[in-house]
Structures are given as structure tokens and as C-alpha cells.
């Protein structure tokens, strides 16, 4: 998502291409396409020049947007109702905290960060 909102505003990209530039699989990153462009988060374009590209502009994706679509609801572990409530409190503010930098993080801001050359503060690997 990071590589399809730095070339936003260019057309498509292919998966392969995003694959080679970033050392991914490009099976894997089939597996990865399909419910994000279930959710309306990229859309596909078809032809010789076709490929993926963002449905939305970068700044209004955020991670917390991605990773639902790919990995579930945000909850770094199941809070019990039976919990010590000092111990469940604590997890509800874990949780809270999470989800707060994740809805507040776009994607136009992880794409400035590996434009800025930070690459070595932010890994996003799955």
C-alpha cells in the first residue's frame, strides 16, 4: 500500500513490479490484493499498461484502515470480562493507544517517511 501511494497520481502499477522493487513475492502479494480491493482500498485496471492503484487519495488511508482489511480487528489481545480490572484496564488502554497511532498514521505519511530516508525507524513487514 506504502509503494501504491508513492507513485498515487502516476496510473497503475503491477504487482510485479511492486514484487522486484521491494523483494516481495509476487504470489504473495496476490493473497494480499484481493481483500483490499474488496474493501475499496485499490482499485485494478485492466490491460497491457494495467495494474493496481489506490481508490482513495493517501491521506484519506490510514494503516488502522489496512490492517483491519488484512489482519482483523486491532486488539493486541483479548480482553476477559473476568480480568483483574487493573490488568483489563490496562489492555483497553494498550489497545486504545494502538489504535489511535494506526487511525492517525496515513498512508501519504508512511510514504513521506521512506521518502525522508527513514527507512531504518519504520519496518512494516507482515
Known sequence: MIALAKKHGEGPTSLKSIAKDHNLSEHYLEQLIAPLRNAQLVKSVRGAYGGYM??????????????????????PVEVLEDEEPAKRDLWIKIRDAVKNVLDETTLEDLASYEDAGDQEYYMFYI
Do not use: F, H, Q
Open 54 to 75: 489506490l481508490a482513495k487519495e493517501p491521506e484519506d488511508v490510514t494503516a488502522g484502515d489496512v490492517i483491519r482489511v488484512l489482519e482483523g480487528p486491532i486488539s
